[in-house]
Structure formats: structure tokens, C-alpha cells
């Protein structure tokens, strides 16, 4: 696209340059004329490039958005539990589907919650790990975007007390 770009550029100097050396003063008003002609089309096939690429940085856009945030994977031992965290960050009621997942690619625990606008919900909490695992938690935001919220798992040492807390992406 660049390329058509420059080459259009370069072809109106050519003919610039060839019009002025090769009439003279005797041809000037019908080479304006002629040179009117050629920089209006250049200027829609300019116009045309830039409209196209426009076009495709559109398409890029779109794409990325989706409804899904993953934390990454955390290991956690006994006594400590997990929680999956959630902040409604829109200006309406938004649900968002929360698991909890160990390494396996097993739920260990899910939730389908309403989050109001503003709130932050414990969306989905450990259950018993064993010797320990690897966790993550993965939102969806159901009938929304991944930008209407913000998430976390937060690793917690005690009911009251955060030790790790990882943003979701």
C-alpha cells in the first residue's frame, strides 16, 4: 500500500519535471491544464491509499476484542487459599463467569455473578489444594467486553489478608 503510495508520488514529479523541460514558455497554459488533471488524480489515488489503509487498521482493531481475562498461574500451598477477584469498571450491571482452574486445566470452583457497576466481588474461592498446585482464574464477561472489568487472584494467608494478588490480562 506504501508502495502504490510513493510510486504515485514520484510518477506526478516525473510528469512535472518532463512538462517543464520539454515545452518551454510557448505550451504553459495547456501544460497547466494538463498538470491540474494529473495532481487531482493523484490526490484521490493518494486519498484512495490512505482511505484503504484506514480500512485495515479498522479490521485490526475489532479483533482484539474480546470478552476473556486470564490471571496467570500461582502456586499456592495449605494453608493459603485462592480467590478469583472482580471489579465491574463500566457504567452498567455487567455478569461475568468466573473459574477457577489448577494446572490440569481442571475447575476447581465457578461462579456466575451480576457485578454492579463500581463493585468488586470474590468471585470464586479455593477449595482444598493438597501439597500444593499451580491456580489460575479466567473471567468471561458474558453480553461485554474484557474492558469492563479489572481481576485478580489473590492468594490470601489468613480470611482477612492478601499475601499475592495477580492482575488478570
Do not use: W, Y
Not at 512538462?19 to 504553459?28: F, I, L, M, P, Q
Not at 463467569?97 to 486445566?105: A, K, M, N, Y
Not at 461462579?111 to 482444598?128: E, R, W
Request: aromatic share 4%; with cysteine; proline share 5%.
Amino acid at each position: 500500500m506504501l508502495k502504490r503510495l510513493l510510486v504515485t508520488v514520484l510518477v506526478l514529479l516525473s510528469v512535472v519535471t518532463t512538462v517543464a523541460v520539454t515545452r518551454g514558455a510557448a505550451g504553459v497554459p495547456q501544460d497547466l491544464q494538463a498538470l491540474t488533471a494529473v495532481v487531482e488524480n493523484g490526490f484521490a489515488a493518494i486519498q484512495r491509499a490512505l482511505s484503504d489503509i484506514q480500512n485495515s487498521l479498522n479490521s485490526l482493531g475489532t479483533a482484539g476484542q474480546s470478552n476473556v481475562r486470564f490471571t496467570p498461574p500461582v502456586f499456592i500451598l495449605p494453608p493459603d487459599s485462592a480467590v478469583c477477584f472482580v471489579v465491574n469498571v463500566s457504567t452498567v450491571n455487567r455478569s461475568v463467569h468466573t473459574q477457577l482452574v489448577d494446572r490440569f486445566g481442571s475447575t476447581l470452583n465457578e461462579s456466575t455473578l451480576t457485578v454492579q457497576p463500581g463493585a468488586a466481588v470474590n468471585a470464586a474461592l479455593s477449595a482444598a489444594v493438597g501439597a500444593g498446585d499451580f491456580v489460575h482464574c479466567n473471567f468471561t464477561v458474558v453480553g461485554g467486553s474484557r474492558t469492563d472489568i479489572r481481576a485478580a487472584l489473590n492468594i490470601h494467608d489468613t480470611p482477612t489478608s492478601d499475601r499475592l494478588s495477580v492482575p488478570a490480562e
